[in-house]
């Protein structure tokens, strides 16, 4: 949603298998003033297909589809940007193997958030941490 409020040409493809949250991301689209999101309904890597060739591309969950990071690396625009978010042993060991086959960066982000403590104090309380690899095809094809 941010990128597509940072400029007027910018446009976006979201792919969502659960409907209820790809009506979400409609209803927050319209909330946040970006018509240019598109929303298909689906499970990668099969809704993938027919889809333009991304600049970037996001993967924030389902990155353990079998063959769906090599899929987007070789669906990006030369010069694209793949980033993949991952909270689970499974997803951190398949983005640490994307990071030593390909290169990129692999960094771990921790976010804690401020809670009630007792009666009348606060602390904070962890998320889980996001593992991220991020990766830029630097080669022209």
Do not use: K, Y
């Amino acid at each position: 949603m941010e990128w597509l409020r940072a400029h007027p040409l910018t446009t976006a493809t979201a792919v969502e298998a659960d409907p209820e949250r790809a009506a979400r991301i409609r209803r927050n689209a319209g909330r946040l003033g970006v018509p240019r999101l598109e929303v298909v309904e689906g499970r990668a890597p099969e809704a993938l297909a027919g889809l333009p060739a991304p600049d970037a591309v996001f993967v924030g969950g389902g990155a353990t589809a079998d063959g769906l990071l090599d899929l987007c690396r070789e669906r990006l625009a030369p010069g694209g940007r793949l980033v993949a978010h991952g909270v689970t042993l499974e997803t951190e060991r398949l983005l640490v193997d994307a990071c030593h086959a390909h290169g990129g960066e692999l960094s771990r982000l921790s976010v804690e958030h401020v809670t009630p403590l007792g009666g009348r104090f606060t602390g904070w309380t962890p998320a889980r941490a996001v593992v991220q690899w991020a990766w830029t095809e630097e080669t022209p094809r």
